[in-house]
């Protein structure tokens, strides 16, 4: 086994929508509501769910943007959440994240070399003389031109921005990297061109990545492992083949089902869910899953399925495994 | 001139070897800007005043007399002469060649008009980013500050930080800019908070940057093009509120020639010597149109979403 | 023949020069008919649905080529004519539903209000076709529903919503502009599940502008895939799918990450990206992307010709019929 880079133990965040008079919350939005796995130093784990399942949200609590409601989050082996916020700050440089609209995530006043200098600059990693030439080899390793380094960001297209806020999460050379949705603002034959890039920078740098997405297909290609959200919870973890192989979850499998085939002759036999995700303001009791599953029970309404180990590696919370 | 690139960055080192030139943003607006016929018109009066303002200044500074009359002389025995070819705007009450004191009184408005606005913009900013960056119970209070100044109409509160600090140009500079704050901090505030949500404001926090520099650098430059629309409408207000000040006998005292005071004193003639009203009331107008059609240009000009077209 | 578009060009001008965004595309759609428009940013797919339903917006104009609706030319009808046509035989379903609901009115209100203006209905018959089409897209308890606002709604059900717009007065030609791309997988299986449940009830031809090559190989009956303005290639689904003539067709599908692919190599790239369309390479607008571009397709520009039912625009199959190319 592996080492384990990042340990995410029973994680939660959650927002207050409302509160009445006195202050006290009365409705509470659970993005996040107990969430436990770890990332194996090396690995790109897959994170995949529909919007609003919370996936996002855990991915900015790893990388500080959100503090979480409870839980604990240890990066090698130190529990981030205890620390304040200089301390924290100091781990910055070792958890990155790449964002999901290439258009709002480079600031427009700034030129794509400065945006990619930046970090370098305010860890002190390098000193300053040697700062442009990391910043002209950054370029290159994500397929830029150096002279393009003094342009800004809204003369380049989609899918440049997004090779230029890959390069700026490789700046710092950080040992995990949270790619939350990266390809799915770009053109179907750009995607093919930022995944195969980016799993060339992993192999490169030997990163680790938490790849979330709302696709299972486009996790596929890139995870080593993957894990399944539905309304703030992880319904399922297995590795990639066994999960798409042998998928468990009832949820899991309507989800693998509702992807188009690219293929006319090969119309799957498809599993659609009834109706909506449920809002997470006022999650279902009991499974959240259970007003949606069409293996629901009795059991299921009353009582939250764990996560348990149906065979190696592969965990399943659903009271069908009980 | 478009370079063309390919995805193999090897053949585009080999291509370009030179360094592109960053496109100047000033540059990009002031192209913009061009188009705009009211704005240049704007900006070409405000030049202009601004010239006869720094003109007549430094002459004084140099003890020189460049105006065709001392504007604060006064001789009785001239007094309410018509416009004539030796007193192009006629002379006032006292015999004071109109023409002379009016450019004087450029240099004051502008003065005023600049310092005040300068006055109110510094804490607006600082007021409304902080209440925009620090959120809950600090912005509370900072904004219910604010707007408990909005709900009293400017000039009364202005009347009445005078009433406090007492009458003079340097108090008036100080009331007009502080009825103006709660003005810029909402409009900072709002604006911070729309651009704060961006995506780069997040990765710059992941990249370890303190609030401080998260702010100056990348929450600020996005928000500067509004801050600066604002200010040039601004100077016009500002502009406005010396010579109402004036005109109610609060602002610059006598003899020094000021726009609103000069209305002031003149309004018991309004049927004898008309053009004691009208050359002054001229000059606010032209002067406060001025600043709002360049205000309008800019905000034009530094709108991304006009500019495309 | 329900709709014939006859050579039609939609230009934007603007400062910096002219922008053929559809350029000289000519195609039919049958009755009863699905047929998916693919292609990805800027290959004038939404551009060319815009035209059609005349909802374009300055600079664009349409400049060239006829739309013929059952052998009538919408172009030539008056104004009142025209929008007697669409809305009531040409309907229109958006990407975004939220933005084109209007946020103040009650779902019921929208629905009823074109009904009654392209049915001649009475305001009590209206509000029954209204409860009637919203329980046919599947919205639950409709009749309750039918009084909410826009922004109650989820995602799937504004999606819903929509539809029962659009399909309120029986239209016979749907234009679909990107229907599921705003929504999630599940979500997405559903509305498309409904595209095809309503064309079988109500006949319609489907016109599927999508980028997403899934959902054309699960819904449409025939495909047109556009690159920068231009066909590309056109072809019924199974043989566009399984015999792809057009490298940027093979490319496009190469490139896909597909669910039922186990193997761990890179995935296939079509290299360099989409030309700016002000700067267009002088012969086929894919030659500096393409890995079999030849001297010839620099130089000049390729002809759809028709190989089997299966039309292409490459030189590639000029060399094969052993035809000079030229035409």
């Known amino acids: 086994m592996s080492e384990v880079l990042m340990d995410i133990q029973d994680l939660a965040k959650h927002f207050v929508v409302d509160t009445n008079f006195f202050g006290k919350p009365v409705s509470v939005l659970k993005a996040v509501d107990g969430v436990s796995f770890s990332i194996n130093k090396g690995e790109a784990f897959g994170l995949v769910g529909e919007s609003g399942c919370g996936k996002t949200t855990l991915g900015k609590i790893l990388v500080n943007l959100y503090s979480p409601t409870s839980g604990k989050l240890f990066f090698e082996g130190k529990d981030l959440t205890v620390l304040n916020e200089g301390q924290r700050r100091l781990y910055c440089k070792d958890i990155q994240m790449i964002f999901q609209d290439p258009y709002a995530s480079l600031n427009p006043k700034m030129t794509v070399g400065d945006i990619i200098a930046e970090p370098i600059l305010i860890n002190g990693l390098l000193p300053k003389n040697q700062v442009e030439e990391r910043v002209i080899y950054l370029l290159n390793c994500v397929g830029l031109a150096r002279h393009q380094r003094n342009r800004y960001p809204h003369e380049f297209s989609g899918g440049q921005r997004q090779r230029v806020g890959i390069a700026r999460a490789l700046a710092v050379e950080p040992k995990i990297i949270v790619c939350d949705e990266p390809v799915s603002a770009l053109d179907v034959s750009i995607q093919a061109q930022v995944l195969n890039l980016l799993g060339d920078l992993k192999e490169e740098f030997g990163l680790t990545y938490l790849f979330i997405a709302h696709g299972l297909n486009v996790v596929k290609h890139i995870s080593d492992r993957v894990g399944v959200m539905y309304l703030g919870k992880l319904v399922e973890i297995a590795p990639k083949k066994e999960l798409y192989a042998n998928p468990q979850h009832p949820y899991t499998q309507a989800l693998l089902s509702a992807i188009p085939v690219i293929n006319p002759e090969k119309k799957m036999e498809r599993i659609i869910l009834e109706g909506d995700v449920p809002s997470p303001i006022n999650p279902p009791a009991g499974c959240r899953f259970s007003s949606r599953c069409f293996k629901v029970q009795e059991s299921c309404k009353l009582q939250e399925a764990k996560l348990k180990e149906v065979s190696p590696g592969h965990f399943v919370a659903c009271h069908l495994f009980d | 001139m478009e370079p063309t690139y390919s995805s193999n960055p090897d053949e585009n080192l080999q291509a370009a070897e030179y360094v592109e030139k960053p496109e100047s943003q000033l540059k990009v607006m002031w192209e913009t800007l061009r188009l705009n016929k009211a704005a240049v018109a704007g900006l070409f009066i405000i030049g202009i005043l601004a010239l006869i303002a720094l003109t007549v200044w430094l002459s004084e500074l140099m003890g020189k007399q460049i105006l065709p009359y001392d504007p604060n002389y006064a001789d009785m025995t001239k007094s309410f002469i018509k416009p004539n070819a030796q007193h192009w705007f006629g002379t006032d009450q006292l015999g004071r060649d109109m023409f002379s004191r009016i450019l004087d009184g450029t240099k004051i408005s502008l003065f005023v008009g600049v310092t005040a606005v300068a006055i109110s913009l510094t804490i607006g900013v600082i007021f409304g980013a902080i209440a925009a960056y620090r959120g809950g119970k600090t912005d509370t209070v900072i904004m219910r500050l604010m707007d408990m100044m909005l709900a009293i109409p400017s000039i009364l509160l202005a009347i009445a930080f005078m009433a406090a600090l007492g009458k003079g140009l340097d108090k008036a500079i100080i009331a007009i800019g502080l009825v103006s704050i709660p003005e810029y901090a909402r409009i900072v505030r709002g604006s911070i908070l729309s651009v704060k949500e961006n995506d780069y404001v997040h990765a710059a926090k992941i990249m370890g940057n303190k609030t401080r520099r998260i702010i100056y650098k990348h929450i600020l430059p996005n928000v500067i093009s509004v801050i600066v629309v604002r200010a040039t409408l601004g100077i016009s207000s500002a502009v406005l509120d010396t010579a109402a000040l004036g005109f109610l006998g609060l602002g610059v005292q006598p003899p020094f020639a000021e726009w609103g005071d000069m209305l002031g004193r003149a309004r018991g003639f309004i049927f004898s010597a008309p053009y004691t009203l009208i050359f002054p009331g001229i000059a606010i107008t032209i002067t406060v149109l001025a600043f709002n059609l360049l205000g309008d240009g800019l905000r034009d000009a530094l709108d991304p979403k006009s500019r495309i077209k | ?327």
């Open chain 3, 1 to 327: 023949m329900l709709l014939e578009v006859k050579n039609l060009t939609t230009e934007f001008k603007l400062k910096r020069g002219i922008v053929k965004a559809v350029d000289d595309i000519s195609f039919t759609i049958d009755k009863g008919e699905i047929l998916a428009i693919v292609g990805e940013s800027g290959s004038g797919k939404s551009v060319t649905s815009l035209s059609i339903m005349g909802l374009l917006q300055n600079p664009g104009r349409v400049t060239g080529g006829q739309i013929l609706y059952k052998s009538q030319d919408l172009n030539k009808l008056s104004r009142k004519e025209q929008q007697k046509l669409r809305g009531n035989q040409i309907s229109m379903i958006f990407q975004e539903p939220m933005t084109s609901l209007n946020p103040v009115w009650r779902i019921k209100d929208q629905i009823m209000e074109s009904i009654m203006l392209h049915m001649k209905l009475s305001k009590k018959e209206a509000l029954a076709r209204t409860i009637e089409m919203l329980e046919t897209v599947g919205i639950p308890s409709a009749a309750q529903r039918a009084n909410d606002y826009p922004h109650q709604m989820s995602g799937g059900m504004r999606q819903r919503v929509m539809t029962a717009m659009a399909l309120a007065c029986e239209p016979e030609l749907l234009i679909a502009d990107e229907p599921t791309t705003a929504l999630d997988v599940t979500i997405q299986a559903q509305i498309l599940e409904l595209l095809y449940r309503m064309r079988e009830k109500f006949h319609m031809a489907v016109m599927l502008i999508t980028h997403d090559l899934g959902v054309v190989s699960e819904a449409a009956d025939r495909v047109i895939v556009m690159y920068c303005g231009k066909i590309m290639e056109e072809a019924d689904v199974r043989s566009l799918f399984n015999h792809p003539l057009h490298p940027y067709t093979i490319g496009l599908l190469k490139s896909i990450p597909q669910i039922d692919n186990d193997s761990d190599e890179p995935l296939y790239m079509i290299k360099g990206m989409v030309p700016n369309p002000l700067n267009m390479p002088k012969g086929c607008p894919f030659s500096d992307r393409c890995e079999q571009s030849m001297e010839r397709c620099t130089q000049e520009m390729p002809q759809l010709r028709e190989i089997d039912g299966h039309k292409v625009r490459c030189f590639l199959y000029d060399a094969k019929e052993g035809g000079s190319g030229k035409q």
